[in-house]
């Protein structure tokens, strides 16, 4: 797994987008990484500023936003400096957010986005739909989504696993991000078509049996995943729980009260709906915590 040298946060100074700065303040300071704080001011909404606008005003409302927008950054910056001791760079740019976002990770060399869960423009809008799927696959970075105010490192972390290489990946990568927290690696099994096998009349009988075997199956192939891992330092706990996968994770999360989920793009049965699928979705939008979504091809 590489390092994380180098963070991108992005803002629309909302409450949730500020969040989402302390949060990469504190993890650029942990790991002794470059923090940027970038604001993007939407083509949409200057487009719409401009129809409303004389056409030779319309440039000097632009140079307004504009120097509006450094001035929140850099006072946002201050203030990250004030209580983090982090000396955060600052960025405004215009036009299309997932172009600008994807734009300025690749010309930063940036190691990690992120953002916050909801905000009052762009940042919301990031994370409804369709449009999650389009920043995902518009980078190869992986992505914090912040849900809360930091309170200090990150002390618990829940990785979702189903044993493939993936699942190392995103165990290494919540390990980079929190070096002191503890790792819960969480796999969820099910009997196979097990509503089919019930419409189908199987008898009870026969189904705790097949319960049975598909736990024993799924606790040894855990049991051999943890020990073939080899992250050096880190706190492991696994955790083998029956259930469907979202939900599965969104619950233990708070039963275990983990502040962070670290899942992968992509992954093998169970978890392969992580490529930007439902599940992705479903953990972002009732994750009681932070979620860091591995990348698909820096490891």
């Given at each position: 797994?590489?390092?994380?040298?180098?963070?991108?946060?992005?803002?629309?100074?909302?409450?949730?987008?500020?969040?989402?700065?302390?949060?990469?303040?504190?993890?650029?300071?942990?790991?002794?990484?470059?923090?940027?704080?970038?604001?993007?001011?939407?083509?949409?909404?200057?487009?719409?500023l401009h129809d409303l606008m004389a056409p030779d005003s319309s440039d000097e409302l632009e140079h307004v936003l504009v120097d509006d927008a450094l001035e929140k950054l850099h006072k946002l910056a201050a203030g990250l400096k004030s209580?983090?001791?982090?000396?955060?760079?600052?960025?405004?740019?215009?036009?299309?957010?997932?172009?600008?976002?994807?734009?300025?990770?690749?010309?930063?060399?940036?190691?990690?986005?992120?953002?916050?869960?909801?905000?009052?423009?762009?940042?919301?809008?990031?994370?409804?739909g369709s449009t999650t799927d389009r920043v995902l696959r518009k980078t190869d970075r992986p992505m914090l989504v912040v849900r809360k105010k930091p309170a200090g490192d990150y002390q618990r972390v829940l990785v979702p696993v189903d044993?493939?290489?993936?699942?190392?990946?995103?165990?290494?990568?919540?390990?980079?991000?929190?070096?002191?927290?503890?790792?819960?690696?969480?796999?969820?099994?099910?009997?196979?078509?097990?509503?089919?096998?019930?419409?189908?009349?199987?008898?009870?009988?026969?189904?705790?049996?097949?319960?049975?075997?598909?736990?024993?199956?799924?606790?040894?192939?855990?049991?051999?995943?943890?020990?073939?891992?080899?992250?050096?330092?880190?706190?492991?706990?696994?955790?083998?729980?029956?259930?469907?996968?979202?939900?599965?994770?969104?619950?233990?999360?708070?039963?275990?009260?983990?502040?962070?989920?670290?899942?992968?793009?992509?992954?093998?049965?169970?978890?392969?709906?992580?490529?930007?699928?439902?599940?992705?979705?479903?953990?972002?939008?009732?994750?009681?915590?932070?979620?860091?979504?591995?990348?698909?091809?820096?490891?």
């Open positions: 797994m590489e390092q994380i040298k180098s963070i991108l946060a992005t803002t629309d100074f909302s409450e949730t987008s500020a969040n989402a700065a302390q949060r990469a303040a504190i993890v650029s300071r942990t790991l002794d990484a470059k923090c940027t704080i970038a604001n993007v001011i939407s083509r949409g909404t200057l487009n719409a209580e983090y001791g982090v000396e955060a760079a600052v960025s405004v740019s215009a036009g299309s957010v997932l172009r600008q976002i994807a734009q300025q990770a690749e010309s930063q060399g940036a190691s990690l986005i992120v953002m916050g869960a909801h905000g009052s423009g762009f940042v919301r809008d990031l994370l409804i044993f493939s290489e993936r699942s190392g990946a995103a165990i290494a990568l919540a390990h980079v991000v929190a070096p002191k927290a503890e790792l819960v690696l969480m796999h969820a099994y099910q009997v196979p078509y097990e509503g089919h096998l019930r419409m189908a009349g199987v008898a009870e009988s026969k189904m705790v049996e097949l319960r049975q075997s598909a736990k024993d199956e799924a606790a040894r192939q855990l049991e051999e995943f943890v020990a073939g891992i080899g992250v050096s330092g880190a706190s492991i706990r696994p955790l083998l729980v029956q259930g469907q996968a979202a939900s599965a994770i969104v619950e233990q999360a708070a039963k275990l009260e983990c502040d962070l989920i670290a899942i992968g793009k992509q992954g093998l049965r169970m978890i392969e709906e992580l490529v930007l699928g439902s599940v992705t979705r479903q953990v972002l939008e009732q994750a009681p915590c932070d979620v860091l979504v591995a990348d698909r091809k820096r490891h």
